[in-house]
């Protein structure tokens, strides 16, 4: 099974967790302009952060999966 999300479905992910973050962790106003910065300027769609955190997100994603497929061979309990 493969999984590839797009930029667009990353950025939605992404502005859902930095929204909820910034409003229920009680952050300084400094902090929480900061990271509202951050997530406006360096993690817009089209730039080189948000594609390379699509690349990595991508790349977690597959190795989560294949991480909890079955391996066609199985250890019986019987044989230990």
Known sequence: MELRLSEEEINEALLTIVTQMVDEIPFSDRDRAMIKRWRSSAMKLGSDDMTEFVRK??????????MRQRSPIQKHDWND
Not at 57 to 66: F, M, V
């Open 57 to 66: 997100a991508n790349e977690d994603l597959a190795r989560g999966i294949a």
